[in-house]
């Protein structure tokens, strides 16, 4: 393996959670020199971004018997795997040209700084991968190495203009001021989302239909209360879980239930709780860095590119979770031309709905109308890239588990814009064939 993919390797293996507090730390040492502080700040960071992270593993471990229920009820066979996060790993770690890549997008990010093209500086390290992925892909297929890298780039430039429209969303909704996200399997679902509540705005009618969270807590009052909420729909949800299963005996099938509300009533307590405590630590370190960018640099407002952890945790994007993550399950089982059930992956839409909530201000509504035409999407899009996926791992003789044929990577397959591009440039170069 090339020394730059070890590197990769590395920083994959050591991950988001401790990378960003890392980089944070040492960035705010360059700006402030103040060790202790940058320390308690990053502190907080870490500490938040990893209880955050268990929390939603939790999370969606609690949809799985709920999931199987749906699964046991439907005579569809998936014909593609959802290996996940495994498939990308493999395709980046087998790529001749991720240091090109690599010094491509930090170059192109420099230049748009420079000649006020973006406003984003990328610190997002761990995040580059999906660059690597998708400039890997086109290289291993049409073994053009410039090609790769400059598909990798124009990626990386839209997802750039992309995170500069949506970071002022960011800062009004979700509270956290001078930060993008720039992920572009995540943040270009942006603009479908705030297409779609445009739309809904002109409709007479529809348009005054508004649904807030925030607004639903104030009016129900305690059975408002994040904790009561999760109980009431995990309680349900266990109910449905077991539906089939209650004329053998009522009480084991309502424990069951209880339990399940439990579990999510616990999510939802903590939640909120560590994604308060990242933003305690991320707060004076934004500002730490926009007073060293003031006064050295450029009078400019720019934002910082950050994990969407950071957001995953608001109240609204978990309580619309709940409903679309085994919705969307359902849809998959449903859904013509669709072969791939969102498994290993299941973890990305909560991430997904972040874009779907944001460009909406929060309103569950719009959010959900949003979610409801984006999911579809997604499954069309990472079936029909089982292909690519499948044909990168053939190529380099690369052992997946025994029996399966065709795979693909929900999460990081399911890229719209990497999709256009691809349709694009199949019948140019003649791909396929």
């Not at 005054?208 to 607004?215: L, T």
């Not at 129900?220 to 089939?244: D, H, Q, S, W």
Request: charge should be positive; proline fraction near 5%; include cysteine.
């Amino acid at each position: 393996m090339p020394l730059t993919n070890q590197v990769i390797n590395k920083i994959i293996e050591i991950g988001p959670v401790a990378i960003m507090p890392a980089l944070l730390f040492i960035i705010g040492l360059i700006t402030t020199r103040k060790l202790l502080k940058n320390l308690l700040n990053c502190i907080y960071i870490f500490v938040g971004m990893v209880g955050l992270s268990i929390v939603l593993t939790l999370f969606i471990n609690f949809f799985k018997p709920l999931i199987e229920t749906i699964l046991l009820a439907s005579p569809k066979e998936f014909l593609i795997v959802d290996l996940g996060w495994t498939v990308s790993k493999q395709v980046i770690l087998h790529s001749p040209i991720s240091l090109y890549i690599l010094i491509a997008i930090s170059a192109v990010n420099l230049i748009m700084l420079l000649l006020r093209l973006t406003r984003t500086i990328n610190i997002d390290l761990w995040n580059l991968w999906i660059f690597l992925l998708i400039g890997s892909i086109i290289t291993a297929i049409t073994e053009i190495k410039w090609l790769g890298i400059l598909i990798a780039v124009i990626i990386y430039i839209i997802t750039l203009v992309i995170a500069d429209i949506y970071a002022p969303f960011l800062e009004q909704y979700i509270g956290i001021k001078g930060v993008s996200s720039p992920q572009p399997q995540l943040i270009t679902w942006a603009p479908i989302a705030h297409i779609i509540s445009l739309v809904f705005n002109r409709i007479p009618g529809i348009r005054r239909v508004q649904v807030f969270y925030e607004e639903i807590q104030y009016k129900l009052g305690f059975f408002g209360e994040p904790m009561v909420i999760g109980f009431i729909l995990g309680f349900i949800a266990g109910l449905i879980t077991k539906y089939k299963s209650f004329g053998a005996g009522i009480w084991p099938n309502m424990l069951f239930a209880l339990e399940k509300g439990l579990e999510l009533a616990i999510v939802m307590i903590l939640m909120p709780r560590l994604v308060n405590l990242i933003i305690r630590g991320l707060h004076p370190a934004m500002e730490d860095i926009k007073s060293f960018i003031n006064r050295r640099i450029t009078k400019r407002d720019l934002y910082i590119g950050l994990d969407s952890v950071l957001f995953v945790g608001h109240p609204s994007v978990i309580a619309l979770s709940i409903i679309i993550i085994p919705l969307s399950v359902y849809i998959a089982t449903l859904l013509p031309g669709n072969n791939i059930l969102p498994a290993a992956d299941l973890i990305i839409i909560p991430f997904i709905l972040i874009w779907a909530v944001v460009p909406a201000r929060g309103d569950i509504f719009r959010s959900f109308i949003s979610s409801i035409i984006i999911i579809p999407l997604t499954l069309w899009i990472s079936s029909d890239m089982a292909v690519l996926f499948t044909n990168f791992f053939q190529k380099y003789n690369i052992a997946v588990a025994e029996g399966v044929k065709n795979f693909s990577s929900y999460g990081s397959g399911s890229s719209w814009i990497f999709w256009i591009l691809l349709q694009i440039i199949k019948p140019i170069l003649n791909l396929f064939k």
